[in-house]
């Protein structure tokens, strides 16, 4: 028999969730929701799971992530129990279930902590800066450095191993016992989904929904490509024109982007950013200064200007570190790694169940 967490309801409300204990278990959500099934159930199933405190079943399951939030579930809920948001939260709980270190659990549910930890960041970047015993160019050198530890660290130690404890919840403590030939059949799956974001399209054929999912893979490619652009081809030294060209557009494509889904989530265009988590604001506006600041400091050094404005390059580190160190193996950017995963998981499973 399953153990049941009394306490469940109150941890996902701390994760975002709002007022799913009104679900009187209609189905309504079910119906609407493009994405079920005969044997998919979305968001129902999870409703039931957490109202009941069933956390080891939530912790087992990849339906969460499978969900690209439409908000159908939610607009149409009669008792306006607000499932897509009990979803969303589901996606923080899980983040925090699977991160050995415990610091997405703090992180997403105190405000206070994660404001702490980005000052830290600050005062260690502001310490090294004010030493005064290195020249801009040796603090622009030992900054791409960081860059690059920082990539590979934060992979190694956290990203790999939150990512084996999140196969080992989902499919080897399920006793799914999947060949070697389905893993690599899946392969395609999780690099259809990681790169391009497609299920996103299944939610509805609506405009908007249409214009969100191009933004949104527009701004994997940007990310990603000024990712390599910066890291790997050090962006800020080069002088070679066609990846300072490179650079210019992808930190552009940024934070033109970003800068839109700020306004969205301001405004409310629709249901996707009616409730936002504090950590959904952080991550949308940390990537919008990354870009801009990256921007920012290649513009001054083609102008021969940094030297006056060093400040602008100590801004950029700041917004970098905080981004690497916080941001992106604690907060939302984990999400585009898990879905990513959870697509390429759920198609293993398909392949095991019908071999």
């Known amino acids: 028999m399953a153990k049941v967490d009394l306490t469940l309801g109150k941890k996902l409300k701390k994760y975002g969730a709002v007022d799913f204990n009104a679900c009187y278990n209609c189905g309504t959500c079910t119906a609407v929701c493009a994405l079920s099934t005969g044997t998919d159930s979305f968001p129902r199933e999870m409703v039931r799971l957490s109202v009941t405190g069933q956390s080891e079943d939530i912790k087992a399951s990849l339906k969460p992530w499978l969900c690209y939030y439409c908000g159908e579930c939610t607009t149409y809920c009669p008792q306006e129990a ?3 948001e009990l979803m969303m939260s589901l996606r923080r709980y899980l983040i925090a279930r699977y991160d050995w270190t415990g610091l997405s659990s703090i ?7 994660y404001l702490v930890a980005f000052f830290l960041v600050i005062a260690a970047i502001a310490g090294v800066f004010l030493i005064g015993e290195f020249s801009h160019e ?3 050198h030992y900054g791409h450095y960081f860059e690059m530890i920082a990539v590979g660290s934060v992979f190694l130690v956290i990203l790999l ?3 084996i404890r999140m196969w080992y919840f989902t499919l080897l403590s399920q006793n799914v016992n999947a060949h070697i030939k389905h893993y690599w059949i899946a392969l395609k799956n999780l690099l259809v989904h990681m790169f391009t974001q497609k299920r996103t399209l299944q ?3 609506e405009k908007d929904n249409k214009i969100w999912w191009f933004e949104h893979f527009i701004l994997v490619i940007g990310y990603l490509s000024l990712l390599f652009t910066t890291v790997f081809l050090n962006w800020f030294s080069t002088q070679s024109i066609i990846v300072i060209a490179m650079g210019y557009v992808f930190s ?3 934070f033109v982007v970003t800068f839109d889904f700020i306004l969205r989530r301001i405004k409310k265009r629709s249901a996707k950013t009616t409730f936002s988590h504090f950590t959904d604001w952080f991550f949308v506006i940390w990537l919008f200064l990354m870009g801009l600041s990256a921007f920012t400091v290649r513009l ?5 200007m940094l030297e006056s404005y060093f400040w602008v390059y100590f801004i950029h580190i700041i917004v970098l570190a905080q981004w690497a160190l916080i941001i992106v193996p604690f907060g939302k950017w984990m999400h585009f790694l898990y879905r990513s995963f959870a697509m390429y998981f759920d198609k293993i499973i398909k392949l095991t169940t019908l071999s």
Do not use: E, S
Not at 107 to 113: D, E, K, R, S
Not at 300 to 304: E, G, R, S, V
């Open 82 to 84: 607000k499932p897509g």
């Open 107 to 113: 992180f997403y549910q105190n405000l206070t902590a």
């Open 138 to 140: 040796n603090l622009m």
């Open 161 to 163: 191993p939150n990512l």
């Open 203 to 205: 939610c509805n054929d």
């Open 252 to 254: 552009a494509i940024i």
């Open 300 to 304: 001054l050094i083609d102008l021969n």
